[in-house]
Protein backbone atom coordinates (compact mmCIF):
# COMPACT_ATOMS: atom_id res chain seq x y z
CA UNK A 1 0.00 0.00 0.00
CA UNK A 2 1.93 3.08 -1.33
CA UNK A 3 -0.15 5.19 1.52
CA UNK A 4 1.56 3.22 4.48
CA UNK A 5 5.25 3.06 2.90
CA UNK A 6 5.04 6.73 1.81
CA UNK A 7 4.66 7.78 5.53
CA UNK A 8 7.13 5.14 6.48
CA UNK A 9 9.50 6.99 4.09
CA UNK A 10 8.79 10.17 5.49
CA UNK A 11 8.94 9.22 9.00
CA UNK A 12 12.89 7.66 8.36
CA UNK A 13 13.46 10.87 6.69
CA UNK A 14 12.92 13.14 9.49
CA UNK A 15 14.40 10.54 12.20
CA UNK A 16 17.65 10.72 10.02
CA UNK A 17 17.36 14.35 8.74
CA UNK A 18 18.18 12.69 5.53
CA UNK A 19 17.10 11.59 2.20
CA UNK A 20 20.05 9.73 1.56
CA UNK A 21 20.75 7.72 5.11
CA UNK A 22 16.65 7.21 5.36
CA UNK A 23 17.28 5.37 1.51
CA UNK A 24 20.38 3.58 3.23
CA UNK A 25 17.57 2.58 6.13
CA UNK A 26 15.26 1.42 3.60
CA UNK A 27 16.76 -0.11 1.44
CA UNK A 28 15.54 2.27 -1.56
CA UNK A 29 17.09 4.71 -3.75
CA UNK A 30 17.26 8.34 -2.43
CA UNK A 31 15.42 9.32 -5.37
CA UNK A 32 12.43 6.97 -4.11
CA UNK A 33 12.79 7.84 -1.07
CA UNK A 34 11.76 11.77 -2.51
CA UNK A 35 9.34 10.92 -4.75
CA UNK A 36 7.58 9.07 -1.70
CA UNK A 37 7.61 12.35 0.25
CA UNK A 38 6.17 14.26 -2.47
CA UNK A 39 3.74 12.41 -3.30
CA UNK A 40 2.52 11.91 0.30
CA UNK A 41 2.71 15.76 0.31
CA UNK A 42 0.11 16.00 -2.73
CA UNK A 43 -2.36 13.67 -0.94
CA UNK A 44 -2.16 15.71 2.11
CA UNK A 45 -2.62 19.12 0.22
CA UNK A 46 0.27 20.29 2.50
CA UNK A 47 4.05 20.74 2.56
CA UNK A 48 5.60 18.87 5.33
CA UNK A 49 9.74 19.59 4.84
CA UNK A 50 11.20 22.56 4.07
CA UNK A 51 14.60 21.63 1.39
CA UNK A 52 17.48 23.52 0.82
CA UNK A 53 20.74 21.95 -0.76
CA UNK A 54 22.27 21.72 2.83
CA UNK A 55 19.26 20.65 5.10
CA UNK A 56 15.72 19.85 6.10
CA UNK A 57 13.72 21.16 8.28
CA UNK A 58 9.75 20.41 9.28
CA UNK A 59 7.13 22.85 8.75
CA UNK A 60 4.66 23.28 11.46
CA UNK A 61 2.26 20.63 9.89
CA UNK A 62 5.04 18.81 9.18
CA UNK A 63 6.06 18.15 12.77
CA UNK A 64 2.77 18.13 13.61
CA UNK A 65 2.00 14.85 11.61
CA UNK A 66 5.43 13.17 12.27
CA UNK A 67 4.64 13.04 15.55
CA UNK A 68 1.64 11.37 14.91
CA UNK A 69 2.96 9.46 12.70
CA UNK A 70 5.64 8.34 15.01
CA UNK A 71 2.93 7.32 17.65
CA UNK A 72 1.11 4.74 15.00
CA UNK A 73 4.20 3.19 13.31
CA UNK A 74 5.45 2.73 17.23
CA UNK A 75 2.26 1.03 18.21
CA UNK A 76 2.34 -1.11 14.81
CA UNK A 77 5.72 -2.11 15.82
CA UNK A 78 4.18 -3.22 19.64
CA UNK A 79 1.87 -4.98 18.05
CA UNK A 80 4.34 -7.13 15.78
CA UNK A 81 5.95 -7.76 18.63
CA UNK A 82 3.59 -9.16 20.47
CA UNK A 83 2.40 -11.34 17.60
CA UNK A 84 6.02 -12.23 17.68
CA UNK A 85 5.97 -12.75 21.43
CA UNK A 86 3.43 -15.55 21.14
CA UNK A 87 5.78 -17.70 19.04
CA UNK A 88 8.49 -16.97 21.06
CA UNK A 89 11.17 -15.68 18.20
CA UNK A 90 12.32 -12.41 18.86
CA UNK A 91 12.16 -9.87 15.23
CA UNK A 92 11.82 -6.54 14.37
CA UNK A 93 13.48 -3.19 14.52
CA UNK A 94 14.82 -2.34 17.97
CA UNK A 95 15.62 0.91 19.07
CA UNK A 96 18.31 1.54 21.48
CA UNK A 97 20.20 4.66 23.47
CA UNK A 98 22.86 3.99 24.83
CA UNK A 99 25.78 6.51 26.47
CA UNK A 100 28.16 7.69 24.10
CA UNK A 101 31.38 6.13 25.07
CA UNK A 102 29.61 2.87 26.57
CA UNK A 103 28.56 2.28 23.07
CA UNK A 104 31.73 2.94 21.28
CA UNK A 105 33.89 0.95 23.59
CA UNK A 106 31.64 -1.78 24.74
CA UNK A 107 27.58 -2.40 22.96
CA UNK A 108 28.98 -1.34 18.90
CA UNK A 109 31.75 -3.98 18.79
CA UNK A 110 29.29 -6.68 20.05
CA UNK A 111 26.65 -5.96 17.81
CA UNK A 112 27.78 -7.86 15.21
CA UNK A 113 27.17 -11.30 17.32
CA UNK A 114 23.80 -9.80 18.92
CA UNK A 115 22.44 -9.76 15.26
CA UNK A 116 23.70 -13.23 14.03
CA UNK A 117 22.37 -14.64 17.28
CA UNK A 118 18.84 -13.05 16.45
CA UNK A 119 18.63 -12.79 12.65
CA UNK A 120 14.95 -11.62 12.60
CA UNK A 121 15.97 -8.62 14.68
CA UNK A 122 17.04 -4.97 13.48
CA UNK A 123 19.38 -3.00 15.23
CA UNK A 124 18.57 1.36 15.32
CA UNK A 125 21.29 2.83 17.92
CA UNK A 126 21.53 6.59 18.94
CA UNK A 127 24.61 7.22 21.42
CA UNK A 128 23.61 10.15 23.56
CA UNK A 129 25.02 11.31 27.03
CA UNK A 130 22.02 13.60 27.64
CA UNK A 131 18.94 11.69 29.51
CA UNK A 132 16.14 10.99 26.46
CA UNK A 133 12.32 10.62 26.79
CA UNK A 134 12.22 7.31 25.89
CA UNK A 135 8.29 7.41 24.93
CA UNK A 136 8.55 10.50 23.07
CA UNK A 137 11.77 8.98 21.28
CA UNK A 138 10.56 6.38 20.11
CA UNK A 139 12.90 4.34 22.05
CA UNK A 140 12.43 0.64 22.75
CA UNK A 141 15.51 0.27 25.74
CA UNK A 142 18.52 2.05 26.71
CA UNK A 143 21.27 1.65 29.14
CA UNK A 144 21.92 3.58 31.85
CA UNK A 145 24.82 3.67 34.33
CA UNK A 146 24.98 4.73 38.05
CA UNK A 147 22.16 4.62 40.60
CA UNK A 148 18.44 4.79 39.68
CA UNK A 149 15.80 7.25 40.43
CA UNK A 150 11.69 5.84 41.14
CA UNK A 151 10.11 6.97 37.85
CA UNK A 152 7.92 5.78 35.22
CA UNK A 153 10.56 3.23 33.57
CA UNK A 154 11.37 0.13 34.67
CA UNK A 155 15.02 -0.84 35.44
CA UNK A 156 16.99 -3.86 34.92
CA UNK A 157 20.21 -4.33 36.60
CA UNK A 158 22.67 -6.08 34.05
CA UNK A 159 25.69 -5.62 35.91
CA UNK A 160 28.84 -3.01 37.27
CA UNK A 161 31.26 -0.75 35.99
CA UNK A 162 34.32 0.12 38.16
CA UNK A 163 35.62 3.57 39.03
CA UNK A 164 38.99 4.45 38.30
CA UNK A 165 41.61 7.57 39.14
CA UNK A 166 44.83 8.00 37.49
CA UNK A 167 47.40 10.21 34.83
CA UNK A 168 50.22 10.03 32.59
CA UNK A 169 53.35 8.69 34.38
CA UNK A 170 55.14 12.06 33.43
CA UNK A 171 52.59 14.17 35.72
CA UNK A 172 53.13 12.03 38.48
CA UNK A 173 56.43 11.77 38.43
CA UNK A 174 56.55 16.20 37.79
CA UNK A 175 53.72 16.59 41.00
CA UNK A 176 54.43 13.18 42.59
CA UNK A 177 51.95 10.71 43.44
CA UNK A 178 49.59 11.23 46.39
CA UNK A 179 48.95 9.14 48.77
CA UNK A 180 45.75 9.69 50.24
CA UNK A 181 43.11 11.98 48.57
CA UNK A 182 43.87 14.94 50.45
CA UNK A 183 47.00 14.99 48.83
CA UNK A 184 45.07 15.49 45.28
CA UNK A 185 45.18 19.50 44.33
CA UNK A 186 41.72 20.19 42.62
CA UNK A 187 43.55 22.51 40.42
CA UNK A 188 45.29 18.83 39.06
CA UNK A 189 42.26 17.57 38.64
CA UNK A 190 40.41 17.56 34.99
CA UNK A 191 36.60 18.92 35.34
CA UNK A 192 33.97 16.82 34.24
CA UNK A 193 30.27 17.84 33.42
CA UNK A 194 26.96 16.73 32.32
CA UNK A 195 26.02 17.51 29.02
CA UNK A 196 23.22 20.60 29.02
CA UNK A 197 23.70 21.25 32.87
CA UNK A 198 27.16 22.36 32.90
CA UNK A 199 27.14 20.43 37.15
CA UNK A 200 31.02 19.84 37.63
CA UNK A 201 31.10 16.13 38.88
CA UNK A 202 32.44 15.79 42.34
CA UNK A 203 34.62 12.57 42.96
CA UNK A 204 33.79 10.62 45.74
CA UNK A 205 36.65 8.62 47.49
CA UNK A 206 36.56 6.03 50.29
CA UNK A 207 38.68 3.60 52.11
CA UNK A 208 36.77 1.66 55.18
CA UNK A 209 34.60 3.99 56.59
CA UNK A 210 36.96 6.96 56.18
CA UNK A 211 35.36 8.88 52.92
CA UNK A 212 36.92 12.40 51.13
CA UNK A 213 35.48 14.28 47.94
CA UNK A 214 37.67 16.45 45.60
CA UNK A 215 35.87 18.92 43.37
CA UNK A 216 37.77 19.42 40.12
CA UNK A 217 38.93 22.34 39.64
CA UNK A 218 41.40 22.35 36.44
CA UNK A 219 41.07 24.66 33.69
CA UNK A 220 40.32 22.31 31.48
CA UNK A 221 36.82 20.39 31.01
CA UNK A 222 34.80 17.92 28.97
CA UNK A 223 31.59 16.70 29.06
CA UNK A 224 32.95 13.10 27.10
CA UNK A 225 34.94 10.71 29.36
CA UNK A 226 36.73 9.89 26.52
CA UNK A 227 38.80 13.35 25.62
CA UNK A 228 39.03 13.93 29.90
CA UNK A 229 41.14 10.54 28.91
CA UNK A 230 43.21 11.55 25.72
CA UNK A 231 43.82 14.97 27.44
CA UNK A 232 45.27 13.15 30.78
CA UNK A 233 47.25 10.73 28.82
CA UNK A 234 48.89 14.33 27.19
CA UNK A 235 49.59 15.31 30.51
CA UNK A 236 47.00 17.49 31.32
CA UNK A 237 46.06 16.29 35.12
CA UNK A 238 44.59 13.27 36.63
CA UNK A 239 41.82 11.84 35.13
CA UNK A 240 38.41 9.67 36.91
CA UNK A 241 36.41 7.78 34.76
CA UNK A 242 34.97 4.07 34.71
CA UNK A 243 37.29 1.72 33.90
CA UNK A 244 36.55 0.76 30.20
CA UNK A 245 37.73 4.37 29.07
CA UNK A 246 40.98 4.02 30.19
CA UNK A 247 41.88 0.93 30.64
CA UNK A 248 43.35 0.44 27.19
CA UNK A 249 45.80 3.38 28.16
CA UNK A 250 46.86 1.84 31.55
CA UNK A 251 47.56 -1.37 30.15
CA UNK A 252 50.01 0.50 27.45
CA UNK A 253 51.43 2.82 30.40
CA UNK A 254 50.05 5.67 29.12
CA UNK A 255 48.26 6.38 32.34
CA UNK A 256 49.08 4.96 35.67
CA UNK A 257 46.43 4.44 38.26
CA UNK A 258 46.88 6.20 42.12
CA UNK A 259 45.16 6.08 45.26
CA UNK A 260 43.55 2.36 44.54
CA UNK A 261 43.55 1.34 47.99
CA UNK A 262 40.74 4.37 48.13
CA UNK A 263 38.53 2.53 45.55
CA UNK A 264 36.14 1.12 48.56
CA UNK A 265 32.35 1.13 46.52
CA UNK A 266 33.69 2.51 43.47
CA UNK A 267 31.56 0.85 41.37
CA UNK A 268 28.52 1.53 39.50
CA UNK A 269 25.83 -0.35 38.18
CA UNK A 270 24.51 -0.82 34.50
CA UNK A 271 20.99 -1.34 33.88
CA UNK A 272 18.86 -1.72 30.54
CA UNK A 273 15.76 0.23 31.29
CA UNK A 274 12.41 0.41 28.96
CA UNK A 275 9.32 2.25 29.47
CA UNK A 276 6.67 1.20 31.98
CA UNK A 277 3.48 0.73 29.64
CA UNK A 278 5.89 -1.91 27.92
CA UNK A 279 5.79 -5.47 28.32
CA UNK A 280 9.60 -6.43 28.05
CA UNK A 281 8.96 -7.97 24.64
CA UNK A 282 11.20 -10.84 22.56
CA UNK A 283 13.58 -8.52 21.44
CA UNK A 284 13.92 -6.50 24.37
CA UNK A 285 14.64 -9.40 26.49
CA UNK A 286 16.90 -10.93 23.60
CA UNK A 287 18.88 -7.53 24.40
CA UNK A 288 19.18 -8.30 28.17
CA UNK A 289 20.00 -11.25 27.93
CA UNK A 290 22.89 -10.32 25.19
CA UNK A 291 24.23 -6.96 27.22
CA UNK A 292 23.92 -8.92 30.42
CA UNK A 293 26.93 -11.06 28.97
CA UNK A 294 29.19 -7.75 28.08
CA UNK A 295 29.40 -6.45 31.67
CA UNK A 296 31.12 -7.81 35.13
CA UNK A 297 28.24 -9.59 37.69
CA UNK A 298 29.67 -9.84 40.94
CA UNK A 299 29.72 -6.45 43.31
CA UNK A 300 33.02 -7.00 45.52
CA UNK A 301 32.24 -4.09 47.52
CA UNK A 302 29.37 -1.84 48.27
CA UNK A 303 27.55 0.66 45.83
CA UNK A 304 28.76 3.87 46.12
CA UNK A 305 26.00 6.30 47.12
CA UNK A 306 27.68 9.77 47.24
CA UNK A 307 24.43 11.81 47.32
CA UNK A 308 21.78 9.58 47.33
CA UNK A 309 20.37 8.22 50.77
CA UNK A 310 20.53 4.21 51.74
CA UNK A 311 16.91 3.52 50.60
CA UNK A 312 17.56 4.87 47.17
CA UNK A 313 20.85 2.37 47.24
CA UNK A 314 18.98 -0.22 48.55
CA UNK A 315 16.48 0.73 45.79
CA UNK A 316 19.01 0.64 42.85
CA UNK A 317 20.55 -2.60 44.11
CA UNK A 318 17.44 -4.62 43.50
CA UNK A 319 17.50 -6.34 40.34
CA UNK A 320 14.72 -4.90 39.21
CA UNK A 321 12.52 -1.64 39.99
CA UNK A 322 10.64 0.71 38.64
CA UNK A 323 13.34 4.23 38.13
CA UNK A 324 14.36 6.81 36.24
CA UNK A 325 17.37 7.29 33.59
CA UNK A 326 19.50 9.38 35.90
CA UNK A 327 22.61 8.36 37.33
CA UNK A 328 24.14 9.29 41.01
CA UNK A 329 27.75 11.38 39.86
CA UNK A 330 29.86 9.18 37.87
CA UNK A 331 33.57 9.34 37.78
CA UNK A 332 35.27 11.69 36.01
Given at each position: ???????VA????????????A????????????????????????????????????????A????????????????????????????G???????????????????????????????????????????????????????L??????????????????????F???????R?????????????????T???????????????????A????????????A??????????????????????????????????????????????????????????????????????????????S????QS?????????????????
Amino acid sequence: MNNFSDIVAYVRVVEAHSFVAAAQTLGMSPSAISKAVSRLEDRLGARLLNRTTRSLSLTDVGASFYERCREALGQLDQAESEVSESRGVPRGRLRVDVPVSLGRRIIVPALPRFIAQYPEISVQMSMNDRVLDLVQEGIDAALRVGNLSDSSLVARRIGQLRGVTCASPEFIERYGEPRDPTELRPEHCLQMFKAGTNQVREWMFRKGSIEHSVVPAARLAFSDPESAVAAAVSGAGFVRSLDFTAEAQIASGLLKPVLEDWNDGAYWPVSVVYPQHRQPTAKIRAFIDFATGLFPQTVTQPMLASTSSSAATQSAARSESRSQAVATPLPG
